[in-house]
């Protein structure tokens, strides 16, 4: 059994937990930014960067003293090395180094993605290799075919927004604090997903790609007319949005089938699973193609360290440390063979 301390600070939630080969979660602690960044209707990076800062270590604590345990126990820290806001991710690595330096364990720095892509296995120990994975959060909107630790087939992303991205920018055009997701959602069960009509970008397209920069603008101007009640256009934008990601897992499902390579399971990961709409939507895809859905508990979606821990946990299983010299990248894509998609360059 091998226990990893896992460190996430790539965003606006800074998050420490010790986990287990075995799957426990010893203890996780998070601290959210929300309150610093809802002033200015975003996260701030800067502010994000000194807030990292300030609480990553009470946070390590926290967690050592949660398990009744010391550095000394576990075998190996993880800390998230991008991508993400650069400044955040250089002090949850640099903190991941200093501990490693200090505690003579090896240093596994996580892709973040990976965090997010892994985290299904650790809520769940009979998901096997390979899964069809959507991967839809604020800063990413992708498909991936996982099929193994680190071997990760990207085949498809967005163009323009990520989902969460969608989510938040609609949210804040309906007056809806940040982060504007889970306000969305709540709205939106009290609205009519068919009274306002909203494209579906993509819908059907030969490409396997997302686009809601289009659906976004169109949130825009049914608000603008003043003719619609706010949780009529949420329920609408979420009602579209749902089609758009339900026809592109469609589109991968159908190429991964005539390759002959169709997976046994469809995963979701990153916060907008969180979303019960979505949940559903991919459940019933899952049930139509005989595959097997898996959600992480709502708490695993969005970011934090478990799922850090716990992707160093399957790396460090498989040998994969890295030195003391490795750098943070603000950019990092999980499939680096990938082609650059067009105006995807940020999103990649
Ligand atoms: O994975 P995550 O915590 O951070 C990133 O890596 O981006 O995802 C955050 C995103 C935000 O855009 C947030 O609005 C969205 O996930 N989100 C939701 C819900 N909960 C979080 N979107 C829709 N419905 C929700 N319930
Ligand atoms: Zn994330």
Not at 141 to 168: H, K, M, N, P, W
Not at 240 to 268: F, S, T, W, Y
């Amino acid at each position: 059994m091998t226990i990893i301390l896992g460190i996430e600070s790539s965003c606006d939630e800074t998050a420490a937990a010790l986990v287990t080969s075995d799957r426990r979660v010893l203890a996780h602690a998070l601290a959210s930014q929300i309150a610093e960044h809802a002033p200015f209707g975003g996260v701030v990076p800067e502010i994000a960067a000194r807030a990292h800062a300030d609480r990553l270590m009470p946070l390590v604590e926290q967690v050592f003293t949660e398990a009744g345990m010391r550095l000394h126990d576990v075998d190996a820290i993880a800390a998230t090395a991008g991508p993400g806001l650069i400044g955040g991710v250089m002090v949850g690595l640099i903190t991941g180094k200093a501990l490693a330096h200090a505690s003579g364990k090896p240093l596994v720095a996580v892709n973040h993605l990976e965090g997010h892509a892994l985290s299904p296995r650790l809520a769940d120990a009979t998901l096997q290799f390979p899964y069809l994975l959507l991967l839809v959060s604020g800063g990413h909107c992708q498909i991936l075919l996982v099929t193994s630790v680190g071997a990760y087939r990207r085949l498809a992303t967005t163009i323009d927004d990520a989902a969460g991205e969608a989510f938040d920018k609609s949210a804040k055009l309906l007056g809806l604090p940040y982060p504007g997701g889970p306000a969305l959602e709540v709205l939106a069960a009290k609205g009519d997903r068919r009274a306002v009509p909203l494209p579906r970008p993509m819908l059907r397209s030969a490409e396997p790609h997302f686009s809601f920069a289009g659906l976004k603008s169109a949130v825009a101007r049914a608000v603008a007319t003043g003719a619609h009640q706010a949780a009529d256009i949420a329920a609408s934008f979420q009602f579209a949005l749902v089609d758009c990601l339900i026809d592109r897992v469609g589109h991968a499902l159908n190429q991964l089938a005539a390759e002959g390579a169709m997976p046994k399971a469809l995963v979701v990961a990153g916060g907008v699973a969180a979303n019960g709409a979505v949940r559903t939507a991919l459940q019933n895809i899952a049930e139509t193609r005989d595959l097997r859905f898996i959600a992480p508990p709502l708490w695993l979606c969005t970011d934090n360290a478990a799922m850090i821990g716990w992707a160093g946990v399957e790396r460090y299983g498989a040998g994969l440390i890295d030195t003391l010299d490795v750098v943070a990248r603000p950019r990092w894509p999980l499939d680096d063979k990938a082609a650059i998609v067009r105006g995807a360059g940020v999103k990649a």
